[in-house]
T-cell receptor, first 111, second 115 residues
Framework: SQKIEQNSEALNIQEGKTATLTCNYT??????LQWYRQDPGRGPVFLLL?????KEKRKERLKVTFDTTLKQSLFHITASQPADSATYLC??????????FGQGTRLTINP | DADVTQTPRNRITKTGKRIMLECSQT?????MYWYRQDPGLGLRLIYY???????NKGEISDGYSVSRQAQAKFSLSLESAIPNQTALYFC??????????????FGSGTRLTVV
C-alpha cells in the first residue's frame, strides 16, 4: 500500500518568509494529490488539488508542486503570517475514490 | 449550520460499552467516510460508503461497524469499546469524481476517550 511521509512533525518559520512543506510517497504515482489545513480541534479543510500531469498549482499565497520522478510534492506559503500557523496534511488518491493521508506537519509562524 | 455535523463532540466511555458516533451532512454528497486520527499516525480510514446501499471496509475496520441510514446520515459504532480506540474521529463527505477539485468536507470531529 502507499506510504506517505511528510517532513518533520513541526516547522517554525519567521513571519514574512516562505514556508516549504514536503510530502514524499513510496509507491505508484497517484492520479492526484491534495493538501489540507487543520486547526486544533477542527477537521481538515481542503486547500488545493494537483493532478499528475500538472507541475505546479497556485492559489493566492499558496503554491504546490508535484514531481512524479522524485515522488514528491512541495507546498509553499509565501509571505507567511502568524494566521498561517496550523497543521498541513497531504493526501494521495489511492483509487476507488479513496484518499490516504500523511501524518501532517505542524507549522508555526513566529511574529 | 455546518455542512458536516458530528455528534457528540466529546465522549468518555467505559471499556466494553457500546457507543455510536453520528454524522449528518447537508452537502448532498453521495460518498461518506469515517476516519480516526491519532498523534503521529495521521488519518486512517475505518469505513466508507458510496451510496445508501454500499458499505466498504477501510484499513482499520476491526472493532467498528457502520450504518448508512440515508444519503445524509452515516453512523459509526464501537460494539465493545477498548482503550486503544481512544482517538479523534472524523466524518467526511465527497461528491462524484468530477467534483474532487473541491476535496473532502470534514466534520469537526468527535473526541472519544475509552477508560
Amino acid at each position: 500500500s502507499q506510504k506517505i511521509e511528510q517532513n518533520s512533525e513541526a516547522l517554525n518559520i519567521q513571519e514574512g518568509k516562505t514556508a516549504t512543506l514536503t510530502c514524499n510517497y513510496t509507491n505508484y504515482s497517484p492520479a492526484y494529490l491534495q493538501w489540507y489545513r487543520q486547526d486544533p480541534g477542527r477537521g481538515p479543510v481542503f486547500l488545493l488539488l494537483i493532478r499528475e500531469n500538472e507541475k505546479e498549482k497556485r492559489k493566492e499565497r499558496l503554491k504546490v508542486t508535484f514531481d512524479t520522478t522524485l515522488k514528491q510534492s512541495l507546498f509553499h506559503i509565501t509571505a507567511s503570517q502568524p494566521a498561517d500557523s496550523a497543521t498541513y496534511l497531504c493526501a494521495l488518491y489511492q483509487g476507488a475514490q479513496k484518499l490516504v493521508f500523511g501524518q501532517g506537519t505542524r507549522l508555526t509562524i513566529n511574529p | 449550520d455546518a455542512d458536516v455535523t458530528q455528534t457528540p463532540r466529546n465522549r468518555i466511555t467505559k471499556t466494553g460499552k457500546r457507543i455510536m458516533l453520528e454524522c449528518s451532512q447537508t452537502k448532498g454528497h453521495d460518498r461518506m467516510y469515517w476516519y480516526r486520527q491519532d498523534p503521529g499516525l495521521g488519518l486512517r480510514l475505518i469505513y466508507y460508503s458510496f451510496d445508501v446501499k454500499d458499505i466498504n471496509k477501510g484499513e482499520i475496520s476491526d472493532g467498528y461497524s457502520v450504518s448508512r441510514q440515508a444519503q445524509a446520515k452515516f453512523s459509526l459504532s464501537l460494539e465493545s469499546a477498548i482503550p486503544n480506540q481512544t482517538a479523534l474521529y472524523f466524518c467526511a463527505t465527497s461528491g462524484r469524481e468530477d467534483s474532487l477539485n473541491y476535496g473532502y468536507t470534514f466534520g469537526s470531529g468527535t473526541r472519544l476517550t475509552v477508560v
